[in-house]
């Protein structure tokens, strides 16, 4: 279920910056490298679970939709840290070109 959750985000994330990739004032694609990394993670874990002959090869379990949106969450929380930074930085920027 996480890959299928984190895949689906990643989908919708790349989604958006292609539609706003001219004017990327949020940075998504910052968003969409982890969603898409975090979804080739978890392709890579099935691909291991199918060759170890584990009988799950997707969990659908409440604790695996758990951890999916709990990555989607902390990918979301990790990029608007980044759009935090990268405003207060642009601001600083902006007032020391004023001031000269």
């Known amino acids: 279920m ?10 919708v994330a790349t ?26 993670m978890w392709l890579v874990d099935c691909v291991a679970a199918i060759i170890a002959g584990e009988e799950e090869i997707i969990d659908t379990s409440l604790n695996a939709a758990l951890l999916g949106i709990c990555s989607v969450a902390l990918g979301l929380a990790i990029w608007l840290i980044l759009l935090l930074i990268r405003s207060r930085r642009n601001k600083s920027q902006a007032t020391s070109i004023n001031s000269h």
């Open 2 to 11: 996480y890959l299928i959750i984190t895949a689906l985000a990643a989908a």
């Open 15 to 40: 989604a958006f910056w292609y539609k706003n990739r001219l004017n990327d004032k949020l940075h998504l694609g910052a968003l969409c490298l982890m969603y898409w990394g975090a979804a080739l």
